[in-house]
């Protein structure tokens, strides 16, 4: 959606022109998953998909939210009482941000927002992320409030966690409000430190979407999140980024075999997190293509995170591609999509390798989205 066409959707909803428009992208996380609330390391890039949030400033108490995707339903609520809506799910997005913005923040007022957005849903891609991350960005310009990336990344999380119920890290918000354009972003999800990384001119970011799809709140993530926790409590470790192999090993006659295979997971995947960072940095992709195979081989088995249809396109297209690129599933898992650092002269051959073989083994129809790294919210 161009701003232009999004302006004239506006005034014609709220009948004057917006104040601002404001987007934030969602993400596609090439390596380190699960690690982020494990306060590990992670690898994401902010992609060319995102949401659009338009805004005014109203003089009374009211939030006003139409949302384009869905039938132009209109969603309001006073921020003197804000509470969860059962009958339209989308506006707890909102009605959580904004609960954590006025707890943070003085000086937020009555807003009509606009929003539309074209993440894919469900597929693990961060649509929620960039739209908690939007709708931040569009009131804190909207009321010059002093919120940065990483302050609305904090509050994007915890709105998804005290007010939508999905116990989510930080990666997701983080890269979406602070992606920079062309890079990928090594976060350290403990010290919050980020080191923007240069994506290869070589090779192309290629999101294949499975179009099996899973909501994380339904879906087994939290269970994850407390399997994680404790791994750590009998690790007797603050969290997972201090465990070790050897330590697990030590500990492994004491533990569930579950727990066990957990921690594995993130014990391994924080080390191929930093080792495929550093190798993409000096342009070493085979070390790339090594770790993001064990990653997914590690989700497949030891977190127990993908299913059959994604592990085959992983499957299809390393056959395909080998070790001059990379690939695995991207994001929370139990569906959603498969991400591939595809050498630029093979993307083709991918898409038409996905084309011949996804459906026929599956009964699933792929979308393939070859993307770029773009920078993070902006309003
Ligand atoms: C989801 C969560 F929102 C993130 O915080 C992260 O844990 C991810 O799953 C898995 O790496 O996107």
Same mark, same amino acid.
Request: proline share 4%; charged share 15%.
């Given at each position: 959606?161009?701003?232009?066409?999004?302006?004239?959707?506006?005034? #014609?909803?709220?009948?004057?022109?917006?104040?601002?428009?404001?987007?934030?992208?969602?993400?596609?996380?090439?390596?380190?998953?699960?690690?982020?609330?494990?306060?590990?390391?992670?690898?994401?890039?902010?992609? %060319?998909?995102?949401?659009?949030?338009?805004?005014?400033?109203?003089?009374?108490?009211? !939030?006003?939210?139409? @949302?384009?995707?869905?039938? %132009?339903?209109?969603?309001?609520?006073?921020?003197?009482? $804000?509470?969860?809506?059962?009958?339209?799910?989308?506006?707890?997005?909102?009605?959580?941000?904004?609960?954590?913005?006025?707890?943070?923040?003085?000086?937020?007022?009555?807003?009509?927002?606009?929003?539309?957005?074209?993440?894919?849903?469900? @597929?693990?891609?961060?649509?929620?992320?960039?739209?908690?991350?939007?709708?931040?960005?569009?009131?804190?310009?909207?009321?010059?409030?002093?919120?940065?990336?990483?302050?609305?990344?904090?509050?994007?999380?915890?709105?998804?966690?005290?007010?939508?119920?999905?116990?989510?890290? =930080? !990666?997701?918000?983080?890269?979406?409000?602070?992606?920079? /354009?062309?890079?990928?972003?090594?976060?350290?999800?403990?010290?919050?430190?980020? /080191?923007?990384?240069?994506?290869?001119? &070589?090779?192309? =970011?290629?999101?294949?979407?499975? %179009?099996?799809?899973?909501?994380?709140?339904?879906?087994?993530?939290?269970?994850?999140?407390?399997?994680?926790?404790?791994?750590? @409590?009998?690790?007797?470790?603050?969290?997972?980024?201090?465990? &070790?192999?050897? !330590?697990?090993? /030590?500990?492994?006659?004491?533990?569930?075999?579950?727990?066990?295979?957990?921690?594995?997971?993130?014990? *391994? /995947?924080?080390?191929? &997190?930093?080792?495929?960072?550093?190798?993409?940095?000096?342009?070493?992709?085979?070390?790339?293509?090594?770790?993001?195979?064990?990653?997914?081989?590690?989700?497949?088995?030891?977190?127990? $995170?993908?299913?059959?249809?994604?592990?085959?396109?992983?499957?299809?297209?390393?056959?395909? =591609?080998?070790?001059?690129?990379?690939?695995? !599933?991207?994001?929370?898992?139990?569906?959603?999509?498969?991400?591939?650092?595809?050498?630029?002269?093979?993307?083709?051959?991918?898409?038409?390798?996905?084309?011949?073989?996804?459906?026929?083994?599956?009964?699933?129809?792929?979308?393939?989205?070859?993307? *770029?790294?773009? #920078?993070?919210?902006?309003?």
């Amino acid at each position: 959606m161009d701003k232009q066409t999004l302006a004239t959707e506006f005034s #014609q909803h709220y009948a004057h022109t917006p104040a601002l428009i404001a987007h934030a992208p969602g993400r596609v996380n090439l390596i380190g998953e699960h690690t982020d609330y494990n306060d590990g390391f992670v690898f994401p890039a902010a992609i %060319n998909f995102g949401t659009w949030v338009a805004a005014s400033k109203r003089d009374d108490n009211a !939030m006003v939210i139409t @949302a384009m995707d869905y039938g %132009n339903q209109v969603n309001s609520f006073s921020l003197d009482a $804000i509470e969860y809506d059962e009958s339209q799910g989308w506006a707890n997005y909102v009605r959580g941000v904004v609960k954590v913005l006025q707890d943070a923040l003085p000086g937020l007022g009555g807003a009509n927002l606009l929003v539309t957005g074209n993440v894919p849903q469900g @597929a693990g891609l961060s649509s929620s992320a960039s739209f908690e991350i939007a709708v931040l960005k569009a009131l804190s310009a909207l009321y010059g409030l002093p919120l940065d990336g990483v302050q609305a990344a904090l509050l994007g999380q915890k709105a998804e966690n005290t007010f939508v119920g999905c116990s989510c890290g =930080i !990666m997701d918000q983080l890269i979406s409000a602070m992606g920079k /354009e062309g890079n990928a972003m090594l976060l350290d999800c403990e010290s919050l430190a980020i /080191e923007h990384s240069p994506l290869p001119a &070589t090779h192309q =970011i290629v999101i294949i979407n499975s %179009n099996v799809k899973r909501g994380l709140v339904d879906s087994e993530y939290n269970l994850r999140r407390e399997q994680c926790e404790q791994g750590a @409590a009998i690790l007797n470790v603050a969290s997972l980024r201090q465990a &070790t192999q050897a !330590m697990l090993e /030590e500990a492994k006659p004491s533990m569930p075999e579950v727990v066990y295979k957990r921690v594995k997971h993130i014990v *391994t /995947e924080n080390a191929r &997190t930093l080792a495929a960072s550093a190798a993409l940095k000096t342009g070493d992709i085979e070390t790339v293509s090594k770790a993001m195979a064990q990653s997914h081989i590690s989700m497949r088995d030891d977190f127990e $995170i993908t299913v059959p249809p994604i592990d085959f396109l992983v499957e299809i297209i390393n056959d395909l =591609i080998g070790a001059s690129g990379g690939v695995r !599933m991207t994001g929370g898992g139990f569906g959603g999509c498969v991400v591939a650092l595809v050498p630029t002269d093979s993307v083709a051959a991918v898409k038409q390798c996905v084309a011949d073989k996804y459906y026929p083994a599956t009964g699933y129809q792929a979308d393939v989205y070859v993307c *770029t790294a773009t #920078q993070g919210a902006f309003a």
